[in-house]
């Protein structure tokens, strides 16, 4: 009977280290498209292409987004990138598509913090810049960045009291790498 209990704790326990040790952000390379832009993200995601539209100014511009996505430790992790639309500075690009990410998570401007940022490893890329909102029912942060002719948006949404998001989110946006 002693051996029995013993071999139980013992088996017990191993299950406990092995639970322990299997990560719940099970982070990896990925290749968005075609282009040299490495994404670290913390499952396998998912990827769709839609038609979206951006308010510049007093109009609408249509472009067609490409999103990668996917759900880790009850987080959503998003990368997308779409072609700068012709006429429309990088700038532009990036603050119409900060307001609509804000609209979307039912924020306002004022709402959000934001600061300069800059892909780690890299110089001058262009513009970039990092947006973080605290609601009641949500958080979320951002970041855009211009590189080449594409919009870059790298997103991680979550519950506003998970306190693990600020740390995944900085482990995600600095796993960003580019050629």
Partial sequence: MKRYVMRSIIWFILALTLVACS???????VSVDASDVM?????????????????????????SLSLYGCEASQMQFTFGHMNAQQGLSAE??????????LAAANAK??????QN???????????????????DA???????????????????????????????AETYFSGIKLP
């Fill in 23 to 29: 990560p719940a952000l099970n982070w990896r390379q």
């Fill in 39 to 63: 994404v670290l993200m913390p499952c396998k995601p998912d990827q769709a292409t839609r038609t979206v539209a951006l308010r510049v100014v007093n109009h609408d511009v249509e472009t």
């Fill in 92 to 101: 532009e690009s990036i603050r119409a598509w900060r307001l609509a990410g």
């Fill in 109 to 114: 401007p004022g709402d959000a913090t934001s």
């Fill in 117 to 135: 940022w800059a892909i780690k490893g890299v110089s001058d890329h262009g513009l970039s810049a990092r947006t973080h909102v605290l609601t």
């Fill in 138 to 168: 949500h958080q979320v942060q951002w970041v855009w960045f211009a590189y080449g002719n594409k919009i870059y948006q790298a997103a991680v949404y979550g519950k506003t009291k998970d306190k693990g998001l600020p740390e995944a």
